[in-house]
């Protein structure tokens, strides 16, 4: 792959999945945040490794309640987002711990 630019060309669409609920909704990838569209990461082209901005094409959001189950987001307490490139590649993970009011 070249890579003389510092950014990847992204999809149009970023696919945002509910895990629990496994509803998937369509963003247009200019219409996200955008600190959510590229994560920055290392990548193989022309034979070197190359520090690039990889457009994000999939976020999952899994939410879980005290126990570690699989719940409803008004029931959790703890979040992950998982960021994917076009490829299914990990690109980036956040974990998110709330406390129950």
């Known amino acids: 792959m070249p890579c003389d630019l510092p950014v990847l060309k992204p999809n149009e669409i970023i696919l945002v999945i509910d895990v629990f609920s496994k509803s998937v909704k369509k963003e247009l990838f200019n219409q996200m945040p955008e600190g959510v569209r590229y994560i920055e990461g290392d990548v193989e082209c022309e034979g070197k490794i190359k520090n690039l901005l990889i457009p994000v094409a999939e976020i999952r959001v899994s939410t879980f309640d005290e126990s570690g189950r699989l719940v409803p987001k008004d029931k959790a ?3 992950l987002i ?6 299914g590649k990990v690109l980036h993970v956040t974990r998110m711990k709330g406390r129950k009011e």
């Open 77 to 79: 307490t703890n979040m």
């Open 82 to 87: 998982e960021y994917f490139d076009k490829n």
